[in-house]
């Protein structure tokens, strides 16, 4: 995917104000992507070890991640889900037995 086919995708699902591919490159260099954790609670000891690899990239404010273990006492678990899902730059789907067991 070319850049410009990139900046047409994000545009149109974000609705950022029309700028050339260049500012867009500019605006990914300094912007934070959102990291989605979707995986098995059986798994949850290996999403742990996989956020602490990716600290660092949370602490050079590259990413921030979410998972459901983050949905505040209250809150619709759904709803909550649902708009980080959306929201989500990137998904990382913990693949496993387990997780391919899940109805969830």
Known sequence: MTVTNAFRAVRSRR???????????????YSVASVFFSYS??????RDQLEKQLSI?????????????????????????????VSADIILLLISPDFINSDY
């Open 41 to 46: 609670h059986a798994d949850e000891a290996l």
């Open 57 to 85: 990239l949370r602490r050079q404010g590259v990413i921030e991640t979410w998972h459901d273990r983050r949905i505040g006492a209250g809150e619709e678990i759904d709803k909550a889900i649902s708009e980080n899902l």
């Open 15 to 29: 609705n950022y104000p029309l700028i050339s591919s260049e500012q867009f490159v500019r605006y990914l260099e």
